[in-house]
Every structure is written in C-alpha cells, then in structure tokens.
C-alpha cells in the first residue's frame, strides 16, 4: 500500500504530523478519524504535497489561499473557536510569508477585529469577492459554511485554470524547441555554409543572403534582441492596459474564431459559478452582480454584466439584460433566462458552470489538436527554407564551376 503524510490536531489542539500506510487518501482520513485526529492535510509521502508544506516565497498565491480556506473551514467545523484555529494554521504552515500572514490575521482578531476586516487589510491576497463572503458569513452566523462553499468555489476555478495550462504545456515545449532549432541552424550551421562560399567570391542568391543576415544578427546583436523583446513585452503590457484600448481588443478576442469561442466560454463559467456562490451565501442579485464583474478578465463581458446590472436597478430581470447585450453565449442565456422564470436561480447558475467547464475542455481539446499539427508544419516550413536557400547557393557555385 502506498504511503501518505498527514497533518493532524488532537480534540486538545495540539498539532500532530506524521506518515501512514492506506489504500487511498479516503481510507488514510477514516483511520485517522477512528484514532480521534482531525485531518487537515494529507498525500503521498514524498510527493507533491510535502513541496507545499515547505514552499517558501513572499507572495502568497491562490493555491495557498484555497488551502487555507479549507483547512480553516475544517477546523472551525471541528468546533474550534476562530482564535484557536488560526493558532493552529499558523503552526502548521512551513511556508514562513503564509505563517507570518496568518499570525497577522490573528492578532487583528485578537484586537477585536473581525475576520472579514483582518483578510481585508492583507492587501490584494483576499479579492473583494472573498472579503464579501465572508462578511456574508459573520453576518450569517454561518463562517464554517460559508468557507466550505468558498473553498469548492476556488477549487473548481483553479481546476479550470490547471486543465487549461495542462492541455497547453505539449505546444509550449514544442514551441520552444521549433524555435531552439530554428535558431540552432541560424547560428551554428548555415554560417559555415556562408564562410565557404565567402571563400569562393560567389555572390550568394537573395534567399540565402536573407538567411546569412538572421544568422549573423542573432550571432552579433542577440543581447540587442533580448533587449528589444524584454522592451516591446513591457510596452505592450502598458499599452494593452489602457482601459479604452483594452476594451477594443477584447472585443476583437471575441470575433476571433476558436479563440473568441473559447474566451466566451471561459467567461460564461467564470460568471455563473461566482455569482451562484454568492447567491448561496446569501448575498442580494444586484450587489452580487456588483461583485462579479470585477472578476471577469474580458473588459466586454465584464461592460455587459455592468449594463445588466443597471438595468436590474430599474426593476428589469437579469437574463433580457444579457441578451440584448449578445455576448454570451446563447445557451447560457436561455438557462439563466429559464432558471430565473422558474425561479431556480441559483441552481441553473451551478449547471451553466458545469456545462461550460466541460465545453472549455472541449473547446481546448479541439484548439490543439488542430495547433499541434500546425506548429509541427511550420517548423518543418521554416527548417525547409533555409535548407532550400543553402542548396540554391550550392547549385549556383556548381553552375559557376561548369
């Protein structure tokens, strides 16, 4: 049987870490249950989770966040007092900035403080949709649940993120060495060819004089190169993000075939499985919205859940709004626009979310099965035209010689 690693807390509080054998990580959770410990983290010894027990770094990202979400859920569900439970997490983290963030937490807690306010005032760790949730949740009188739901919220999104990478990690490798190789024969062989006919005093055809100067400048000014790229990437990034000219090129995303397809999808799942939550927790449809479009990346979609909004203000419904705006995707206007009749809201925003995770598999299955093909073609173009410009010089040397 495989072995795990667990982290664990006694019903006294204490902390206890440890490895056991099991036939899964669900039979590891029973036998710690049945020997009175509270399981907060569990996984394979040795494997990635002890990496992320011992992460180090200043910044704290959203996987992190979403461990501590669960792990604080889980331990106030155990009956632990929030105080208690943040000592706890502190103790556990090995990662030093996500320790010192938590002790943080605590002692603005201890100072009378509320959660809410004390996530609030670590700056952009938590967004604003977290901090609301929460409220909701102290609000409430329901933390525990109300954390529960935020953890199933940023595990589903971070899933959707992680597939999508995943699906993309083949073609950025094959990327990288179409260009490596491209650049190989650039500058390490076509200036030998050039060197010898050089000697000749053979003035070399226009094709192969084009592929000796790309090699001779990555040879001569590649600190240039890198210099330039590193130069147009941060002025591209200034530039994009100018709020009326990102708004035009999101809407040109959008008109893109496949790709627009896929941001639409994207967005669509994005929008449906946030603002389901937070009709959940119990938020209002109108300051949810309010919420929501601070969380969607196209400024269009976002502009359009903005106008929706306005028009919820004026006493109209949600679905018209949207689809008069056209743009998402039809099919998730119609489910909207049915669960909103039949008063089943939240639950046909949940079922969108799914749909539309599934068609953004889909639709990222499909883009590479098409792309892979294409990058491999490509590169066999650009390998051919420059064996083609070197043979045209060497053909050209042997007419010279007859």
Known sequence: MPLFHYKAVRPSG????????????????????????????????????????????PRIGQEQVLHFTRELATLLGAGMTLDRALQILAELSD????????AGIREKVQGGDTLSSAL???????????????????????LHDVLERLADYLERSQELRESIRAALV????????????????LVFVVPQFSQMFEDMGQALPLPTQI??????????YWWAILAGAFL??????????????????????????LLGDLIAKVETARFARTLATLLHNGLPLLAALNLVKDVIGNSVIAQSVEEATDSLKLGKGLADPL????????????????????????????????????????????????????????????VAGIIVSILMAVLSANQLAF
């Open 232 to 257: 147009l990437v941060a002025w591209l990034q200034s530039y994009f993000s100018r709020p009326g000219v990102k708004q035009q090129w999101d809407a040109r995303l959008l008109r893109w075939p």
């Open 170 to 185: 083949y073609p950025i490798i094959l990327l990288v060495v179409a260009g490596l190789s491209v650049v190989g024969l």
């Open 14 to 57: 204490e902390v206890v870490e440890g490895e056991l054998e099991a036939a899964d990580e669900a039979a590891l959770v029973r036998q710690l249950q049945q020997d009175g410990l509270l399981p907060i983290r569990t996984g394979r010894a040795g494997g990635g989770l002890r990496g992320l027990f011992s992460r180090k770094g």
């Open 323 to 382: 689809i008069e705006q056209q743009v998402l995707p039809p099919l998730a206007l119609q489910m909207i626009k049915v669960g909103e009749e039949s008063g089943n809201l939240e639950p046909m925003l949940n079922k969108v979310a799914d749909v539309f995770d599934g068609e953004v598999r889909a639709s990222v299955k499909r883009m590479l099965t098409l792309l892979e093909p294409a990058l491999i073609v490509g590169l066999g173009i650009i």
């Open 211 to 220: 592929v000796v100067a790309v090699g001779n400048a990555l040879r001569g």
């Open 95 to 102: 990662d030093e900035a996500l320790a010192q963030m938590i």
């Open 120 to 142: 609030e005032a670590q700056g952009k760790t938590f967004g604003s949709l977290y901090i609301s949730m929460v409220k909701a949740g102290e609000a409430g009188g329901v």
